[in-house]
């Protein structure tokens, strides 16, 4: 994508969304090259001035997009919201069960008015007995297994990251695209779902499988039976933490030679890896003796002259200063925040003939552009000025706190 114009260059996208879910699909069509309009409710979304953990959702999910201040409680902030709507190829909303119905910009209504829209309603449950529920990222890791999986026995725990809000998604942004191809043959748009416990499903589906498989239900991650015998953390002689893995045996004999392990590499009965996983508990202390000899650094470059899987253990804020990240064209993008900070933050994950896309486009203040978007609607002068003064941003705390990027 060397050129400037992007895949989804001409796309127009309309946005109902907060928190994670529905933001991470309108940020990952503008990345690719849709003007995402984002429809929030005077004073902003809600999720700009969420605390702690919280606090880099909306700079992260909501960057690159324009903002417009709507009243849904009025009949005008309505009209203006249908409006922007009839120009729209799709539609994204997270919101609860029934409310886009009640205010009338549910896919039947709109649709009249724009036969050829994709309307991308995001849920926590897709059709079944749970379809009404409330659903939270949390919820569908307890209930779908995610943090069985994930904690020690008998101490569920959720992943680190919103893995089932962003994929969920990038499940949505996966099924739009699709929808878009068959709207180029029928030239009529569609309504599609993305379900948050039917993501958590897909994820733990090989766990799933190996039930059905074995009989034998899958253990958590940290008290499982390995399918490599050699897949671990193991601690540097500073203290420093490594994951060192040898997922065949072609890799199982490099790592006996790099740590001049001459009698692990000749035992018959670790030749292979399916021996070497029932043998775990024989030859896993010598090789944690050994690596105890090496400092971090030098642990790496053993690991990379050999061959091996590895990795340092980090924490997500020392990534700012990780080579890969920090000296790779592309992998983090500049950011202007409301309160003209710059914030750094990662790219999508995906190149195109070497480019990673998406820009530096801001985070708007509330309502940014709504006298923009009103204007190109042909709005008389006195209606925008009331849709403006509607938009008037309310002082609010800033959600720059933080690393801003050098």
Known sequence: ??????????????EFSHMVMGPSTGLVLADLGAEVIKIEPPGGDKTRRLPGSGQGFFPMYSRNKRSVIADLKTEEGLDFTRRIVSTADVVTENFRAGAMTALGLDYPTLSRDNPRLVYCSLKGFLSGPYEDRAALDEVVQMMGGLAYMTGKPGEPLRAGASVNDVMGGMFAVIAILAALRERDRTSRGSVIRSGLFENNLFLVGQHMAQFALSGQPAAPMPARLSAWAVYDVFTTKDGEQVFVAAVSDGQWKAL????????????????????????????LPILRIAIADYLAAELLGVCQAAGLPYAPVRAPHELYDDPHVSQSP??????????????????????????????????????????????????????????????????EASVTQGRNSQ
Request: proline content about 9%.
């Open 256 to 283: 006996c030679l790099a740590f001049g392990l001459d009698e692990l590499a000749q035992d018959p009965d670790l030749r292979t890896n399916a021996l070497r996983v029932g043998q775990r508990d024989k030859f």
């Open 1 to 14: 994508m060397t050129h400037d114009v992007k895949p989804l260059d001409g796309i127009r996208v309309v």
């Open 330 to 395: 592309g992998a983090m993008i500049d950011v202007q925040m409301p309160d003209g900070a710059t914030l750094a933050v990662p790219a999508l994950p995906v190149d195109f003939d070497g480019d990673r896309p998406g820009k530096g486009g801001p985070v708007e203040q509330p309502g940014a552009s709504t006298r923009q978007v009103a204007e190109q609607l042909g709005y008389p002068e006195a209606t925008v000025e009331r849709l403006v003064e509607v938009a008037v941003p309310h002082k």
